[in-house]
């Protein structure tokens, strides 16, 4: 499976800039992709306004993202701020070729921020089948907690989109590493660059781990798209050469 990594720049709650922009770059791509990611609330930036910027299921941004999938005969995932029967989500899209969605809330708000105050925390896990791969897509502050993230369900993929600012990168590159060794996955992490209406500067470091922790990506701090192709028999052979997702711990979240 191939898989574009979109490191860009976000325009401050402007949706129609965004879009374009995400547009140009994918109709752009040197090669096709199985599938498009997108950083953290790709049409707005990380904003704590959602009052101001909130779309519908039914909104311009998810029948564009629907539209385009549909044109490029691509999947393309990246969370949004969504409305739904009166509460405001940070909220995942998965966009099959087809123009089928499934949609994964953000579970760990972002209190430092104030994400919480004004964001309805999701409680379930999304598990996608795709291209014969299974892809379990989680949003920014849910890297910092293993437990929700762990490989229970016996997933090939785990991807994080972001908006994960430069004071802490550290934390994003070992945390991305650290999922992706004790999950024995493909671990992608996506993220933005440049300086957002908070004053926070951003500096990438989208990349893609591989499930013994190798780097098939290293971090980027460039604006541009990134490919890379994930081969699902190389980590079917390894995880059943060394077992060790077989010795987990079983358990439930309360």
Same mark, same amino acid.
């Given at each position: ?61 998810? !029948?564009?993202?629907? =539209?385009? %999938?549909?044109?490029?005969? $691509?999947?393309?995932? +990246? ?94 590159? !070992?945390?991305?590493? =650290?999922? %992706?060794?004790?999950?024995? $996955?493909?671990?992608? +992490? ?65």
């Amino acid at each position: 499976m191939k898989i574009a990594l979109v490191q860009s720049p976000l325009v401050w709650e402007t949706p129609e800039a965004n879009r374009n922009y995400f547009e140009e770059k994918i109709h752009g791509m040197a090669s096709t992709a199985d599938l498009v990611v997108l950083p953290e609330m790709f049409a707005t930036g990380f904003t704590m306004n959602p009052d101001a910027v909130a779309e519908t299921m039914q909104g311009e941004t998810v !029948s564009w993202m629907v =539209a385009l %999938a549909k044109a490029q005969n $691509c999947a393309i995932t +990246g969370s949004l701020v969504i409305k739904d029967e009166g509460h405001f989500y940070n909220r995942l899209l998965f966009v099959f070729p087809s123009g089928d969605i499934k949609t994964y809330d953000k579970r760990h708000l972002f209190s430092l921020a104030g994400e919480d105050k004004v964001y309805a925390s999701g409680k379930e896990k999304l598990l996608i089948e795709y291209k014969g791969f299974t892809i379990c897509p989680l949003i920014c502050y849910d890297l910092r907690f293993p437990v929700f993230s762990r490989n229970t369900e016996g997933y090939d993929v785990l991807i994080y989109v972001a908006n994960w600012p430069k004071p802490r990168m550290l934390a994003w590159d !070992s945390l991305l590493k =650290a999922r %992706a060794i004790e999950n024995m $996955c493909y671990t992608i +992490g996506v993220n933005r660059v440049g300086k957002d209406d908070n004053n926070l500067d951003y500096i990438g470091h989208s990349q893609v781990v591989d499930f013994l922790g190798n780097y098939l990506l290293e971090p980027q701090e460039d604006e541009a798209v990134f490919m890379v192709e994930l081969d699902w028999q190389a980590m079917l052979d390894t995880r059943a050469k060394l077992n060790f997702l077989n010795d987990r711990d079983a358990f439930t979240l309360g």
